[in-house]
């Protein structure tokens, strides 16, 4: 099993930037991707962007150009830098874990609590 712990969220007005961390415990030697979600209420969660062990990263576009996903290492926390906050941004964000990129919408981590994020002025 993969525990994950999302911290960093917080009130923020538009146009500021916020940086997320997210830790991984438990049986993390299968993890080759990680990636960032966001859950408005009453809404699906959201994959934001994606890690790879390699390095490599994908991002929505909706967060294109403003997010940028990071890591220490492979092994180690991973970032979302958040830049430019727009209101509707506004969510709880969450981090998770999967065996490979292309399996980053099935991660196989425990769900944590999440950070909240609200961009209000």
């Known amino acids: 099993q993969v525990q994950l712990v999302e911290s960093g969220g917080g009130l923020v007005q538009p146009g500021g930037p916020l940086r997320l961390s997210c830790a991984a415990s438990g049986s993390i030697n299968s993890i080759n991707a990680m990636g960032w979600y966001l859950q408005a209420p009453g809404k699906l969660r959201e994959l934001d962007a994606v890690i790879s062990s390699g390095g490599n990263t994908n991002y929505a576009d909706i967060v294109k150009g403003r997010f940028t996903i990071s890591r220490d290492n492979a092994k180690k926390p991973v970032y979302l830098q958040m830049n430019n906050l727009k209101p509707e941004d506004t969510a709880v964000y969450y981090c998770?874990?999967?065996?490979?990129?292309?399996?980053?919408?099935?991660?196989?981590?425990?769900w944590g609590q999440g950070t909240q994020v609200t961009v209000s002025s």
């Open positions: 998770n874990a999967a065996r490979s990129p292309l399996a980053i919408m099935t991660p196989f981590g425990s």
